[in-house]
């Protein structure tokens, strides 16, 4: 699995997009870019995964860099109810073997 | 967290006794992990079952640590006897149910272990 960095914390003020870096330098062409995040004293929840193009859901968007070696997660308008600490793993399939997490980003969001 | 029990949500032991931790997943999930995860990290994973069978346990210290899967469905992690570093949250993971044909896991609450 490819290794991801990523910062340590970010603030970002309510109701404001929160854009969330990951880099994944290493990445393989069929690895997948998958972000999960973890609320306080819950397990993680899926969010959404990527390959190449640029990916939407209920939850989030996900913008990949066209070589692949950087993604951002976007929270477009963020709530209290996002403070969580959030997961960037690369990952070719599925996590069929097992999620590799690294320590993530703790997201806070300001009132 | 897609149906997914866990429990004891909490559990306190004392050094050397034994624990055990229950997962109770929906119906229709092939694969199931169990990840233990320290104060501060991210999940690491322990095992891996497809249906009642323990794929990848690589991971697992075995001499204390054992878990099962009956009928491929609900599962059990045993810690006998627990050490102070076995404090931290396991949780479990089965994957996407088979009908909604993608690779995600659903985790459960997960339980918080300390060991005094």
């Known amino acids: 699995d490819a290794k991801t960095t990523q910062p340590t914390s970010m603030d970002c003020a309510e109701g404001r997009a929160a854009n969330l870096p990951c880099n994944h330098s290493?990445?393989?062409?069929?690895?997948?870019v998958y972000w999960y995040r973890q609320i306080h004293s819950q397990g993680p929840q899926y969010i959404i995964h990527?390959?190449?193009n640029n990916e939407t859901n209920e939850m989030a968007s996900l913008i990949i860099t066209e070589d692949r070696k950087s993604s951002t997660l976007i929270l477009p308008h963020a709530t209290l109810r996002d403070t969580a600490v959030y997961y960037c793993?690369?990952?070719?399939?599925?996590?069929?073997?097992?999620?590799?997490f690294g320590k993530g980003t703790h997201l806070i969001i300001q009132p | 967290e897609a149906g997914v029990v866990q429990s004891p949500r909490y559990k306190i032991i004392e050094k050397k006794q034994p624990v055990a931790f229950w997962c109770n997943p929906i119906?229709?999930?092939?694969?199931l992990y169990w990840y233990r995860q320290n104060l501060g990290q991210g999940p690491e994973l322990l095992i891996r079952?497809?249906?009642?069978?323990?794929?990848?346990d690589s991971q697992l210290p075995k001499d204390r640590f054992s878990a099962e899967r009956l009928k491929g469905v609900d599962s059990t992690l045993k810690i006998q006897p627990a050490e102070l570093g076995d404090s931290a949250v396991y949780l479990c993971?089965?994957?996407?149910?088979?009908?909604?044909?993608?690779?995600?896991?659903?985790f459960g609450p997960g339980t918080r272990l300390t060991v005094l």
């Open positions: 793993i690369g990952d070719s399939g599925g996590g069929a073997d097992g999620l590799t």
């Open positions: 290493t990445i393989s062409g069929n690895e997948y």
């Open positions: 990527g390959l190449k």
């Open positions: 119906s229709g999930h092939n694969t």
């Open positions: 079952y497809e249906n009642e069978e323990a794929v990848d």
């Open positions: 993971a089965p994957n996407a149910p088979r009908e909604t044909n993608t690779d995600t896991q659903y």
